[in-house]
């Protein structure tokens, strides 16, 4: 018996309709990267296992999805290290490459290994796959698309204001409205660690945090303390877990927070910064708010980190998210260049223009004219005429078998096809042709030396 075909968990295949609708979502991106100035690369989907490692912390690092060395690997391994059954000695025997988890530290390599050939300040925008061994549910796949967007060799926070522009220019460009990007700043968290005793557990205080909005105040709380982060300064800290109230009424309270601590008042000073800068020139449809619970889990961010929520009402994780990332060249060599960046999700904004029903009614129409097959001497014909159709850039085909009619027209209609053309042995005989409109049901009779006056109502 036949083996029943499968795909691996977290990842899909995608109709042509489904392409379409991710297409439309690409150039809207595109678009916009492009008007902002930033220029396109790529990088290879792996990278070699210790440009990833120990760039995302403890529980990035688990996501990542290690590549098998070729041949006779496990000959390789010496009888201690195997009998072990340790898979943290036995990984780098067996493991030398790994998928890529994200788009930023591969980008931070290209940077440092092409960096005489850049011009800096360099703005990069990539949109590739990225793979992540999570546990798959809706809006989190462990195969999806990133569409990122970096400025590194400037640490001017007019970068940070830019692309919070990028992001309110791409979604207002995709109609949706409503969304808001969430503001905080790795220096307002060390601050906070800092003023509540726990400044040599910020990752572990950082990572709990970003939490908050999965499970909540108490098991974040229980979280820190399994970390090892005292009740006390727990307590200290509870002001993160109050309701948040307007932009003011934050930087009020974290300036009372924060007034111990030097590094928690430059990050309150970058904070007021972009929210001063941003109030001025105006945004068109997102908004933007201050969350001091946000956190961003990966080590890498330095100073101000984003993350974008969907429009209320609708129940879907961030659908974009960056941030400044000061150090990250550094771990590979190249020290004192200074980055920032955000990413798209596009998977997850698919589903929520899927779910407000804002993708355009047209946008999965791959033909504009569809030719019927009334026999052999008809399609021939007919296929002369869709060439010159094809010439003048429009979406044209011919049926290939001279089928029941009816048929033909189920095919248009399951195509969406706007118009078709009936070209039978009488207008063939005449050197015409008939083009219905499927939507009204309206037919226009057409000559052959009319087939520009007919391009021109397309």
Same mark, same amino acid.
């Given at each position: 018996?036949?083996?029943?075909?499968?795909?691996?968990?977290?990842?899909?295949?995608?109709?042509?309709?489904?392409?379409?609708?991710?297409?439309?979502?690409? =150039?809207? !991106?595109?678009?916009?990267?492009?008007?902002?100035?930033?220029?396109?690369?790529?990088?290879?989907?792996?990278?070699?296992?210790?440009?990833?490692?120990?760039?995302?912390?403890?529980?990035?690092?688990?996501?990542?999805?290690?590549?098998?060395?070729?041949?006779?690997?496990?000959?390789?391994?010496?009888? &201690?290290?195997?009998?072990?059954?340790?898979?943290?000695? *036995?990984?780098?025997?067996?493991?030398?490459?790994?998928?890529? /988890?994200? #788009?930023?530290?591969?980008?931070?390599?290209?940077?440092?290994?092409?960096?005489?050939?850049? =011009?800096?300040?360099?703005?990069?925008?990539?949109?590739?796959?990225?793979?992540? @061994?999570?546990?798959?549910?809706?809006?989190?796949?462990?195969?999806?698309?990133?569409?990122?967007?970096?400025?590194?060799?400037?640490?001017? #926070?007019?970068? $940070?204001?830019?692309?919070?522009?990028?992001?309110?220019?791409?979604?207002?460009? #995709?109609?949706?409205?409503?969304?808001?990007?969430?503001?905080?700043?790795?220096?307002?968290?060390?601050? *906070?660690?800092?003023?509540?005793?726990?400044?040599?557990?910020? !990752?572990?205080?950082?990572?709990?945090?970003?939490?908050?909005?999965?499970?909540?105040?108490?098991?974040?709380?229980?979280?820190?303390?399994?970390?090892?982060?005292?009740?006390?300064?727990?307590?200290?800290?509870?002001? #993160?877990?109050?309701?948040?109230?307007?932009?003011?009424?934050?930087?009020?309270?974290?300036?009372?927070?924060?007034?111990?601590? $030097?590094?928690?008042?430059?990050?309150?000073?970058?904070?007021?910064?972009?929210?001063?800068? *941003?109030?001025?020139?105006?945004?068109?449809?997102?908004?933007?708010?201050?969350? &001091?619970?946000? @956190?961003?889990?990966?080590? /890498?961010?330095?100073?101000?980190?984003?993350?974008?929520?969907?429009?209320?009402?609708?129940?879907?994780?961030?659908?974009?998210?960056?941030?400044?990332?000061?150090?990250?060249?550094?771990?590979?060599?190249?020290?004192?260049?200074?980055?920032?960046? *955000?990413?798209?999700?596009?998977?997850?904004?698919?589903?929520?223009?899927? $779910?407000?029903?804002?993708?355009?009614?047209? &946008?999965?129409?791959?033909?504009?004219?569809?030719?019927?097959?009334?026999? @052999?001497?008809?399609?021939?014909?007919?296929?002369?005429?869709?060439?010159?159709?094809?010439?003048?850039?429009?979406?044209?085909?011919?049926?290939?078998?001279? @089928?029941?009619?009816?048929?033909?027209?189920?095919?248009?209609?399951?195509?969406?096809?706007?118009?078709?053309?009936?070209?039978?042995?009488?207008?063939?005989?005449?050197?015409?042709?008939?083009?219905?409109?499927?939507?009204?049901?309206?037919?226009?009779?057409?000559?052959?030396? $009319?087939?520009?006056?007919?391009?021109?109502?397309?």
């Amino acid at each position: 018996m036949a083996q029943k075909p499968s795909i691996p968990k977290g990842t899909r295949d995608f109709s042509p309709s489904e392409i379409a609708k991710r297409n439309y979502i690409f =150039d809207s !991106i595109k678009k916009n990267f492009q008007t902002y100035g930033f220029q396109p690369i790529e990088t290879p989907s792996f990278e070699n296992s210790e440009t990833l490692l120990g760039k995302y912390g403890e529980e990035g690092d688990r996501l990542i999805f290690k590549i098998l060395n070729s041949g006779d690997f496990i000959s390789k391994v010496d009888n &201690v290290t195997y009998s072990s059954k340790n898979s943290a000695t *036995i990984a780098p025997r067996i493991t030398e490459k790994a998928l890529r /988890y994200d #788009l930023t530290v591969p980008f931070a390599r290209y940077v440092v290994m092409h960096q005489n050939e850049l =011009d800096f300040p360099f703005k990069r925008y990539q949109i590739q796959p990225v793979w992540r @061994a999570d546990r798959p549910q809706k809006g989190r796949f462990r195969e999806f698309f990133q569409c990122d967007a970096d400025v590194v060799g400037s640490d001017s #926070l007019l970068q $940070e204001v830019e692309l919070i522009q990028l992001y309110d220019a791409v979604f207002a460009d #995709l109609k949706l409205d409503g969304v808001t990007i969430k503001m905080n700043n790795r220096k307002i968290l060390a601050g *906070i660690a800092e003023v509540i005793g726990a400044k040599h557990l910020l !990752i572990d205080f950082t990572v709990a945090l970003d939490k908050l909005d999965k499970i909540g105040e108490e098991g974040v709380k229980k979280e820190m303390l399994s970390k090892g982060i005292s009740k006390e300064a727990i307590d200290k800290a509870s002001p #993160l877990f109050e309701p948040q109230g307007s932009n003011v009424n934050q930087l009020e309270r974290l300036e009372t927070l924060l007034e111990s601590s $030097e590094e928690g008042k430059k990050g309150l000073e970058e904070l007021r910064y972009i929210l001063e800068t *941003i109030s001025s020139i105006g945004l068109q449809t997102a908004k933007l708010t201050i969350d &001091v619970t946000l @956190a961003r889990g990966l080590n /890498y961010y330095t100073g101000a980190i984003f993350e974008v929520a969907a429009p209320e009402g609708v129940k879907m994780g961030s659908i974009g998210g960056g941030g400044r990332y000061d150090d990250l060249t550094g771990i590979f060599g190249l020290k004192d260049v200074s980055g920032v960046g *955000i990413s798209f999700g596009l998977d997850r904004i698919y589903l929520v223009l899927e $779910e407000l029903n804002l993708f355009p009614k047209s &946008v999965d129409r791959t033909l504009d004219v569809l030719c019927l097959n009334f026999g @052999a001497k008809e399609a021939l014909a007919s296929l002369k005429l869709i060439t010159v159709l094809r010439k003048n850039g429009v979406f044209a085909d011919v049926y290939p078998s001279n @089928a029941k009619i009816q048929k033909q027209f189920k095919y248009a209609n399951n195509r969406k096809v706007p118009y078709v053309i009936l070209l039978g042995a009488e207008e063939l005989s005449s050197n015409t042709f008939i083009v219905k409109h499927m939507e009204s049901g309206q037919q226009t009779t057409y000559s052959f030396s $009319e087939l520009d006056k007919f391009i021109s109502t397309l």
